[in-house]
Every structure is written in C-alpha cells, then in structure tokens.
C-alpha cells in the first residue's frame, strides 16, 4: 500500500535503486544540538574503542577488529590504550566511549549507520563504512570516516598510519563533525522528508 521508499543510507540505496517507488536517499538526521563535540586532545596515549554486542558480532565483522587490535597492541603498546567493551551496563559503556580517540564499528556498510553517525558528531575517527561511492555521494575530497574492509591486515595498516601521524587524528574528527552538521543536520532532514511528503 506504500506511495514510496526512502533509503536512509547508500547501504539501501542499492537494493532499491531499480524499484519503481524507491524516492531517492535522506540521510539519517542527527541532533548536534544534544550530542556535543567533545575536545579530546591526545595527551598521553591514543584511546581506542571497540563496543561489542553478541547479537551483531557476525554481521558487523567484530572478529577483524579484534585480531587487528592483537597485532597493534603487540607493535604500538606503548602508544595506545585499547578499552573494548561487552555487555558493560551503559554509564560504563558510555564513559569509556566518551574518552575513545578512535571507535570501531563496522566492516560490512557502504557509509554509517546511527552508532557511526553518533560517534562522528562527538568528533570520534570511527573505521566503518566510507567507500567510494560514499565518498562521491556527498562530494568528499578528504576523509571523515576511516572506510573498514574485512581484511585484518589492511585495518592494521589504516590504525598504524593514524598512531605514527596523530594529526591526522585530529584533522579527520573535526571533518567528521563538520560533516554531521551540514549533511545529517536533524532540521534540514525533516525538511527533505516535507519535501517528499508534499510531493
């Protein structure tokens, strides 16, 4: 009985794109009015975060994250302090989050999902999904996500390059959050779906 499908991230954008109701993509909305940026200076050591519920461990390609942390701890202990995260009541969880420097997400996207999304606008560098036609999407010539492959030696890679060059830490979260206020900007995305909607 629908009049029309909208897809909230390119992750849906491809099943749909051929349907005849599909109305095109908007973004999932995000209110940076209640979720701050939080200035986080690397002081001491790299924070890296790695949040684990059972019910999405397979589907989100925890396993990768996991040996890719066993293969940096082993070369950059001394730089990083890595919290991962499972079944912790949320204040903890939260707490710990808050103090990330880096959060890991996902393997398995295009772009980001609302976890992602949330992270960004706290000025997190979140490795989830950020590929090529995310990428083109929104017009991006730098890099506001680390794009994450199920492929342990390439994580390695993407983490070891932001330990040996923490500027690129900072650069890459300030970027995030100016992405999530112009382009998940909870009012402007209402605004799409009126536009939609009076269509």
């Given at each position: 009985?629908?009049q029309?499908v909208?897809?909230?991230d390119?992750d849906?954008?491809?099943p749909?794109?051929n349907q005849s109701k599909?109305?095109?993509?908007?973004?999932?909305?995000?209110?940076?009015?209640k979720?701050?940026f939080?200035n986080n200076?690397?002081?001491?050591k790299?924070?890296?975060?790695?949040?684990?519920?059972?019910?999405?461990?397979?589907s989100?390609?925890?396993v990768y994250?996991?040996k890719?942390?066993?293969?940096i701890?082993?070369k950059?202990?001394d730089k990083?302090?890595?919290q991962i995260?499972?079944?912790?009541?949320?204040?903890?969880y939260?707490?710990l989050?808050?103090?990330?420097h880096?959060?890991?997400?996902?393997v398995?996207?295009?772009?980001?999902g609302y976890?992602?999304?949330?992270a960004m606008?706290?000025?997190?560098?979140?490795f989830?999904?950020?590929?090529?036609e995310?990428?083109?999407?929104y017009?991006?010539?730098?890099?506001?996500?680390i794009?994450?492959?199920?492929?342990?030696?390439?994580?390695v890679?993407?983490?070891t390059h932001?330990?040996?060059h923490?500027?690129e830490?900072?650069s890459?979260?300030?970027?995030?959050?100016t992405?999530?206020?112009?382009?998940?900007?909870y009012?402007?995305v209402?605004?799409k779906?009126?536009?939609?909607?009076?269509?």
């Amino acid at each position: 009985n629908i009049q029309g499908v909208i897809a909230s991230d390119m992750d849906y954008v491809f099943p749909l794109e051929n349907q005849s109701k599909f109305l095109g993509l908007i973004p999932n909305p995000i209110n940076t009015e209640k979720i701050a940026f939080i200035n986080n200076p690397i002081q001491d050591k790299i924070m890296i975060f790695l949040g684990i519920n059972k019910g999405s461990y397979l589907s989100k390609g925890i396993v990768y994250f996991e040996k890719a942390l066993a293969i940096i701890k082993e070369k950059h202990n001394d730089k990083i302090d890595i919290q991962i995260a499972q079944n912790l009541p949320y204040k903890e969880y939260i707490t710990l989050y808050n103090k990330a420097h880096i959060v890991l997400d996902q393997v398995y996207a295009f772009d980001q999902g609302y976890n992602a999304l949330e992270a960004m606008a706290k000025g997190k560098v979140v490795f989830t999904g950020a590929e090529k036609e995310f990428e083109h999407q929104y017009n991006l010539t730098e890099k506001v996500a680390i794009n994450a492959l199920p492929d342990v030696d390439y994580i390695v890679k993407e983490l070891t390059h932001l330990i040996e060059h923490t500027t690129e830490i900072e650069s890459i979260r300030k970027r995030a959050r100016t992405f999530i206020e112009k382009e998940h900007n909870y009012l402007k995305v209402a605004e799409k779906y009126l536009e939609k909607w009076q269509k």
